[in-house]
């Protein structure tokens, strides 16, 4: 076989080999994005937006009469007001909010809030963010030099084992998101079925059901009380002789418990030295003192009602012989020989080697994922495996069922604060272990009683141990100020260039017909602000005849007019606002004005915001080119090709400054530019990555010669509008004691060492995180991750939202590789990958990747293989880590050649870091259907409609033919291409027409014909659109289009002129893992 050529980053061959074994790396220091460390203990250090001002006590300055303005006429009430000194300083417009209010409200929970304090708090004083830098990393140490799964604690020869930084990091990222009802219901207890009404183990009690409302059924036991045996709590006088956590805020109800000793580690669940047990249990087993036995190995066989969970040894035991794995994950391939290993249905991730009552309790892997599903026990082996370790959340995901608690204990861990799951033990009736720490935990006198069951004494059948995803509706003392009112502010762009495209008149007519299905309540604020090169306020105050126009020209010196009638209550003003949006589009039909001062309106919109917290919306069409945050054209069309020039990182820090100040209040950025032109979102898109927005992109909109962008645009706003919504949340993840968490990835502001500040957050963002094995994990047997995410519902309910996820521990590299999750680790990878090519380079990032495939196919053919075959042998697992590695070299974000432009690069970073691994992975390696046969073999039956389900075929030309009609299904886009001798059956009972030359060259929709053909397609594609939160452009091609190049572009499998061919990248791992 001939030596593959390599046309690797920049067409460099030696950027791939010059890391496989000896040569060292190029040397650039790689972190896994932006350090926020030290933003994190400057910025947005006090208060953290837990602004004490409560909306209803604004001081509210006498109105100000304004001066009308001739010349803008046609429009009642234009006026313009100049920056009056006496508009500066309003007590409701912060200028600097992170630095507000350390006089927090004291919690209604018993503990002062001094006591709490949020943990960033303690570096008050604001450093400034280094002039121009992106990743204010410098003051670290020098991160290490490759993927961070590796350490050197191995001491591995090979040179891309980097240290572990332990550094937590934080890279924010952007995206569109995903999930899959278009139509979000508001109320999460109607969601999603993946629990199963029987994911009771068996040996509980008939099928209970798993929805709770708040109120009745989970209220105070029934009349007669509790048994009176039961009746008085003696535990309680001993619960106030331990040092509670108290928490001081919303957010720090979800961080971190207050402890002396806090170390750097504070608030992860690991790391702590054991409180001492309360007097009464001085007598208890002394597992929870050293060593930290599992709780498997010291669960006591307690009577015989107390059958919880098993977590027993002998279960794990016998499960460990590889019961639960399907026989064919033990097989071993030679990819050379065994190309075709894409299976022709959906992927499904790995079930973990659990004995079946425990993973039957599991989370879904829709929502909490790991890459690995049997956890290394110690870093040492981990590192052997050169696989990275690390979960994919998607916390906040559309669910059709859910349960939701409601009562007024919400049992967590006394020492780590986790909340109690499906996962830990009970000793007793009285007491359980935390399954994260092994502190043994009171069981709080109500949650004897079991509002399901209504029966006393079965703690372990509470919902809250029978659900791995729960909801709890938080009691107060998990707010600190009442929680914000829904609050929506619209920032459209109004300049020349945004009326051309006809925006204004689709974004304006999508508010009106949702704006009654915006998340909300009575307390629903909504505002507008349109800019140019100048800033417009909209009084919108009730009892006005029609909106009122203010202008502000000073966009020096931002100030905010009238700020009590710009920001209405939605319900009050909604002729108002039906008023304005229906004449907006009209009002700057013929502006001239083309500049645009972008930075200085958000800096207004921002302003407005800050008493309140909410949602921004801005939309915008160009490069800002007036005041603060004005940016240059930095896109070079020759230079794309170059991998090593290109401007990934932002010019400025204005746009990540100003989300950190957004953060800080509560207030998160939502960017739909549309632009034909570069508009650097590499430095706009920092706007909404670290304030927790979303970033929507349509390239080249125009509504009339673009109208599928227009399509695509209006069909996105109705499920961005309407979705869920969640206003000032936190999220923070812990894991069992002996995992460390050290860097985030998606879009949020780390806030602390790990709670992560999500002003916003919707059902459609995805988040990663990486870790390492810290402390060895050879006493445990399971290991468990929970993620918790603590929000305000559009209802005004304080909710906590909480996932858990139990994994065996392995011992041998053999498990590590057969509980390998090769999509998870796909998406970790590509998360890696992108800041890798923001700190380092694009090439840099793309050798990591190969490398990734290359290292672990190494250690699997050295440590884990007896025979050494000749070819390319992998664990059944891993047999596609190889083609999604090579889709992702081959994805927009890490493509080299001309053919990306610098957005629309960006744009696919940021949906890499955005999006949940589900869209992910179909937008990096897609799926390909034969669409001219669909039969309703194997359908699927959706609501009385029929859905067939063609196989998935393998990315390569070789699986077209001509008399055929494929389907190529890339997520974002769907090409369907027509071959020249497509039967006739589907060219006239599916796309109407006579014959192929009819095809027109531009068809963008199918035609609904009366026919079962057309019926089956449109439902096929129906299908695979609405599963999305984001609306997929249809093409239909045929085989002369232009777009054919674009659709063999997602041919995977194929050589493009600047790619290898699958065959030649397996040739070139097999050379590099057969050294
Ligand atoms: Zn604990």
Partial sequence: MSQPRIPASGGAPSGLQAQNGAAPTSGSPYTNGPVQNTLMSSHVSAGQGYNSQLPASYHLPAKTALNPVSGQSNYGGFQTVSPLSNYQGLGQTLNRPPMASNTMTPSLHGG??????????????????????????????????????????????????????????????????????????GDPSLQNSYIKSGSAPSLVNPPLPTTFQPGAPLGPPPTGGPPPARAPTPQKPSHSAIPQPSFSSAANQEATPQFPNKNSKMGRSVGYAYPSLPPGYQNTTPASTTGMPPSSLNYPSGPPTFTQTPLGATHLTASMSGLSLHPEGLRVLNLLQERNMLPSTPLQPPVPNLHEDIQKLNCSPELFRCTLTGVPQTQALLNRAKLPLGLLLHPFKD?????????????????????????????????????????????????????????????????????????????????????????????????????????????CQSLLDNLDLLPGNTRTKIGFITFDSTIHFYSLQEGLSQPQMLIVSDIDDVFIPMPENLLVNLNESKELVQDLLKTMPQMFKKTLETQSALGPTLQAAFKLLSPTGGRMSVFQTQLPTLGVGALKLREEPNQRSSAKEIHLTPSTDFYKKLALDCSGQQVAVDLFLLSGQYSDLASLGCISRYSAGSVYYYPSYHHQHNPVQAQKLQKELQRYLTRKIGFEAVMRIRCTKGLSIHTFHGNFFVRSTDLLSLPNVNPDAGYAVQMSVEESLTDTQLVSFQSALLYTSSKGERRIRVHTLCLPVVSTLNEIFLGADVQAIAGLLANMAVDRSVTASLSDARDALVNAVIDSLSAYRSSVLSNQHPGLMVPFSLRLFPLFVLALLKQKSFQTGTNVRLDERIFAMCQVKNQPLIYLMLTTHPSLYRVDNLSDEGALSVSDRTIPQPPILQLSVEKLSRDGAFLMDAGFVMILWVGKNCGQNFLSHVLGVQNYASVPQTMTDLPELNTPESARTIAFISWLREQRPFFPILYIIRDESPMKATFLQYMVEDRTESALSYYEFLLHIQQQVNK
């Fill in 112 to 185: 002062p809030f001094s006591r709490m304090p949020p943990p960033a708090s303690q570096n008050s004083t604001a450093t400034p963010m280094p002039s121009g830098s992106f990743h204010p990393g410098v003051n670290l140490p020098p991160p290490p030099s490759n993927w961070q799964y590796n350490s050197p604690a191995t001491g591995s020869p090979i040179n891309h084992s980097p240290p572990v930084s332990t550094q937590p990091t934080g890279s924010g990222n952007t995206n569109l998101t995903a999930n899959h009802q278009y139509i979000s219901s």
């Fill in 399 to 507: 669910l059709v069922q859910l349960p939701v608690v409601t009562s007024s204990t919400i049992v967590r861990c006394r020492s780590c604060r986790t909340y109690i799951n499906p996962f830990v033990s009970f000793l007793d009736q009285r007491r359980w272990k935390c399954n994260l720490c092994y502190r043994v935990n009171d069981v709080p006198e109500e949650f004897m009683y079991n509002p399901l069951t209504r029966v006393y004494g079965e703690p372990h059948r509470r919902p809250e141990v029978q659900n791995a995803t729960i909801e709890f509706m938080a009691p107060s003392e998990y707010m600190l100020r009442p929680p914000q009112p829904p609050v929506y502010l619209f920032v459209f762009d109004v300049s020349h260039n945004a009326i051309e495209t006809g925006y204004l008149n689709l974004v």
